[in-house]
């Protein structure tokens, strides 16, 4: 269901390009049941890659108007949403400012109130697969393939790590993406030397970052090729460093990253991971969001195991 088909009783929005395609669509209705939530109803509002600011004030100002709507999680266009419309929130966390994404739209009555919730949702995640004290015991890095909203998250969540790497190295093919980047770190206060912003004009500029990663780092494929885009941000003949953990934060699409890593993964003994706890924290933190609850871990479980179904 898209949004040019609203119901006329309550509904959670999801703002994406291909929200048909999610397992969300027969996750929510499960999870509105075992959460005891107002509206089992979650409406897609698709929007192309290159849609406009008008486009995206448009969308923001019919959750904000529209009785019915409850709320909206945000993927692939946070930053845009954040770009063209911040003026119509009331209130936006620091996360959301510092970033400049928003992943969460809420209402408090009339007001809309925007969070960036992926620097949360993403160390959730790294800490369901990644041993404690990772980095401080193994001297491994993170290399983090992608500087947008996903990327950034990540760069921040180990920047405020007990164990944080001793470098984290982000890349992006454009320099701008690298300078925002730049600057979302020095208003949070990152340490000097942490963070390295490397332009990868190519494949084999990403593939020759990876190759020289320590033994056990982290390999981050944050670029959303492989989801909104066919493609990998490496070539087919990348070497992962020897126990890697291969992380692909997409868990649906063509995947090019998850099949690279896998057929390495025996070689040289890779961790490999995909995007689905990811996706399991992302969307649980955004409906308590919406709908004012708070979770515990046991039941982040249930909704995990009642989501398993319909991967």
Request: glycine share 8%.
């Amino acid at each position: 269901m898209t949004s040019d088909s609203t119901p006329a009783s309550d509904y959670m929005g999801f703002v994406g390009v291909t929200t048909g395609s999610s397992s969300i669509m027969k996750v929510f209705p499960r999870w509105a049941d075992i959460l005891g939530l107002p509206t089992r109803t979650l409406i897609g509002h698709d929007l192309p890659m290159d849609a406009t600011p008008q486009q995206y004030r448009a969308l923001v100002e019919q959750i904000r108007d529209d009785p019915h709507h409850r709320g909206a999680l945000v993927t692939t266009h946070k930053m845009n949403v954040y770009a063209a419309a911040s003026d119509l929130f009331e209130e936006l966390d620091p996360f959301a400012v510092s970033c400049s994404e928003i992943s969460s739209i809420a209402k408090r009555g009339t007001l809309l109130s925007g969070r960036a919730k992926d620097p949360i949702t993403v160390d959730l995640a790294l800490n369901d697969f990644l041993p404690a004290d990772h980095f401080a015991t193994t001297g491994a890095e993170v290399v983090i393939l992608g500087a947008g909203g996903s990327g950034t998250a990540l760069s921040w969540a180990l920047a405020e790590r007990a164990d944080a790497p001793a470098k984290v190295t982000v890349t992006a093919r454009d320099d701008a993406k690298l300078e925002h980047l730049r600057e979302v770190h020095r208003q949070h206060g990152t340490r000097d030397g942490l963070i390295e912003y490397v332009r990868t004009d190519s494949v084999e500029d990403a593939a020759a970052l990876v190759a020289a990663a320590p033994a056990g780092s982290l390999i981050v494929n944050a670029t959303g090729l492989g989801k909104d885009r066919p493609g990998s941000p490496l070539p087919d003949d990348v070497v992962f460093p020897q126990g890697a953990y291969a992380w692909e934060f997409n868990y649906r699409g063509s995947l090019e990253f998850l099949r690279q890593a896998r057929a390495k993964e025996a070689e040289r003994g890779l961790h490999v991971v995909d995007g689905w706890r990811y996706f399991i924290h992302g969307w649980s933190q955004v409906v308590a969001d919406v709908f004012e609850l708070t979770l515990t871990p046991e039941i982040v479980e249930q909704l995990a195991e009642a989501a398993e179904g319909v991967r």
